[in-house]
């Protein structure tokens, strides 16, 4: 009989904590809301103790989704529980997700306390949220991957008695190999004797690389849910990848289990999300990537010719990466440009913004002559709507440091010279500089006034699409003061698009 499989994607809460996902109210509900169309069962959108403004945005995210479960992270204290039951009340259905350390590790050196006080405050912290809420309760064995099975039975246990719906076994430091991960399923599913009365979901972390192969182990043994994201970001090496884990239950695995998630809509969410989240996604990226439906060698080629599935497996329609795209172009209007937008963005445009979108879109286009659905999505989210602040009070504040105009000669058999003029606070400056190429130039051209001692750490350049006139984005992490800061921006010039990127990241450290 085919086997139901719950989806838990989490790329709002686990997701969120990949470094330099700083994702804002509005943007958390862009990705919920496609997350809901894209069928997954359950949304984990946050951790509403953390803060005013994950509590305000777990809120929006509440009620824009109209299908999926919302559910919210907690530890095991009552307060938590309570802030997380208030940050559910708009959702239609919502899930309290409780838990605990259950490894000697988190026992001993982060709780400091023995076995059965840990139990005891678990199956406390259940019966409260199940006794005093209306939501469902699911509960978390944090570093269940390192906890001995023994134990982590007779915890599961307790907690199905105390009313958990479904128990989640995360191998929270990614250190699990398959086939202990999956012989932990296995154990559980023989040696918990209320079993029935929940469901046991995976959770795992791809320091080795192994959150995929991870997950599959758990369902061959009865995991009958999974915590996925968008891409796989998530802490660290991120977690397993929603797209991966989908397309082999529905291209391997057909005829023992599903999910509701819609396949046709995997390849526009993963590429809208990372676009809102940042992320530079590599070609080879599995299932996603540029390159896994590129045939360059001449061998596959040919074997292509002679019959498709000599070398293809995988197809691009698997995963609705051959949707038909509208393009615009210079000849487009206002009215094209807002369908557009609106339908990629899932909101409404008004004509304000419209207007301020529309004259930036007629600048690119007069340099880039076909518009696609990324660069909509980087105007988009260059000019945001004046929900950003409503939804959460995050200050639009102006930034500290601007760009008002740059020059830069470049070349061979040239010296690389920089002229900027900034606007730093309420003051105009112009600063000039040598460098070994025009972003050095100009970025120490801005040293020389901004004065601060940072190191560009990191530095991603990537063309979002094809072509020596496409846009590129660029990711920059900045160190200054022993501490990160991510930068990120968008253009036709690739010069331009570092040194933005690189003010954009000084601004979050510079008042
Ligand atoms: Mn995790």
């Known amino acids: 009989m085919l086997q139901r499989i719950k989806i838990l994607d989490t790329t709002l809460r686990d997701g969120a904590q990949t470094p330099g996902c700083n994702l804002k109210s509005v943007e958390?509900?862009?990705?919920?809301?496609?997350?809901?169309?894209?069928?997954?069962?359950?949304?984990?959108?946050?951790?509403?103790?953390?803060?005013?403004?994950?509590?305000?945005s777990v809120q929006a995210v509440c009620q824009s989704v109209e299908n999926a479960t919302i559910c919210v992270l907690t530890r095991a204290v009552k307060e938590d529980i309570d802030i997380a039951a208030k940050s559910l009340v708009y959702a239609k259905n919502g899930c309290i997700q409780t838990g605990i350390g259950t490894s000697d590790y988190h026992i001993n050196y982060k709780f400091k306390t023995d076995r059965e006080a840990l139990l005891k405050r678990a199956v406390d912290i259940v019966r409260y949220a199940v006794e005093t809420y209306p939501y469902n309760v699911a509960f978390y064995c944090e570093d269940a991957g390192r906890t001995d099975n023994d134990f982590l039975a007779r915890i599961v246990t307790a907690v199905i008695d105390a009313g958990a719906k479904s128990v989640t076994i995360p191998d929270t430091v990614g250190y699990c190999l398959p086939n202990e991960y999956g012989a932990k399923f296995k154990y559980l599913i023989e040696n918990v004797p209320n079993i029935d009365k929940a469901i046991l979901s995976a959770h795992c972390h791809n320091d080795l690389g192994l959150a995929t192969a991870n997950a599959i182990q758990a369902i061959i043994n009865g995991a009958r849910q999974v915590d996925v994201t968008l891409c796989?970001?998530?802490?660290?090496?991120?977690?397993?990848?929603?797209?991966?884990?989908?397309?082999?239950?529905?291209?391997?695995?057909?005829?023992?289990?599903?999910?509701?998630?819609?396949?046709?809509?995997?390849?526009?969410?993963?590429?809208?999300?990372?676009?809102?989240?940042?992320?530079?996604?590599?070609?080879?990226k599995p299932v996603i990537g540029y390159n896994v439906f590129a045939h360059a060698s001449g061998i596959h080629q040919d074997g292509l010719l002679k019959?498709?599935?000599?070398?293809?497996?995988?197809?691009?329609?698997?995963?609705?990466?051959?949707?038909?795209?509208?393009v615009l172009s210079a000849l487009s209007g206002r009215s094209a440009l807002k369908y557009r937008l609106e339908l990629i963005t899932d909101s409404k445009i008004d004509a304000d913004r419209l207007e301020l979108i529309y004259n930036e879109f007629l600048k690119i286009a007069a340099t880039k002559p076909v518009i696609?659905?990324?660069?909509?999505?980087?105007?988009?989210?260059?000019?945001?709507?004046?929900?950003?602040?409503?939804?959460?009070?995050?200050?639009?504040?102006a930034d500290y440091i601007g760009l008002d105009f740059m020059k830069v000669?470049?070349?061979?058999?040239?010296?690389?010279?920089a002229f900027v003029k900034l606007r730093i606070g309420n003051e105009r400056v112009i600063a000039r500089s040598y460098?070994?190429?025009?972003?050095?130039?100009?970025?120490?051209?801005?040293?020389?006034?901004?004065?601060?001692?940072?190191?560009?750490?990191?530095?991603?350049?990537?063309?979002?699409?094809?072509?020596?006139?496409?846009?590129?984005?660029?990711?920059?992490?900045?160190?200054?003061?022993?501490?990160?800061?991510?930068?990120?921006?968008?253009?036709?010039?690739?010069?331009?698009?570092?040194?933005?990127?690189?003010?954009?990241?000084?601004?979050?450290?510079?008042?």
């Not at 958390?28 to 949304?43: C, M």
């Not at 599935?309 to 197809?315: G, R, S, T, W």
């Not at 000669?409 to 010279?417: I, N, P, Q, S, Y």
């Open 232 to 284: 796989g970001v998530g802490e660290r090496a991120g977690n397993t990848p929603l797209e991966q884990l989908q397309t082999i239950i529905a291209k391997r695995w057909s005829n023992e289990y599903f999910t509701n998630i819609d396949s046709n809509l995997i390849y526009e969410t993963c590429r809208t999300s990372a676009r809102i989240m940042n992320l530079q996604l590599p070609a080879d």
């Open 307 to 326: 019959h498709p599935a000599n070398y293809e497996f995988l197809h691009p329609q698997d995963i609705g990466a051959e949707s038909s795209q509208i």
């Open 409 to 417: 000669t470049a070349g061979v058999g040239v010296r690389c010279k």
């Open 372 to 397: 696609d659905d990324n660069d909509l999505l980087m105007l988009s989210q260059r000019f945001p709507t004046k929900a950003v602040t409503e939804y959460s009070n995050e200050q639009q504040t």
């Open 28 to 56: 958390k509900v862009q990705i919920a809301k496609a997350l809901d169309k894209l069928g997954v069962d359950i949304i984990e959108a946050g951790f509403p103790s953390s803060g005013t403004s994950e509590f305000n």
């Open 435 to 511: 460098g070994n190429g025009p972003v050095d130039a100009a970025i120490k051209a801005i040293k020389k006034r901004i004065g601060s001692t940072m190191l560009i750490h990191e530095f991603l350049i990537q063309a979002i699409d094809k072509g020596s006139d496409d846009m590129c984005r660029v990711n920059i992490q900045v160190k200054y003061n022993d501490k990160f800061y991510y930068g990120f921006a968008g253009n036709t010039d690739i010069v331009a698009a570092s040194v933005l990127a690189f003010i954009d990241a000084v601004n979050k450290f510079s008042k």
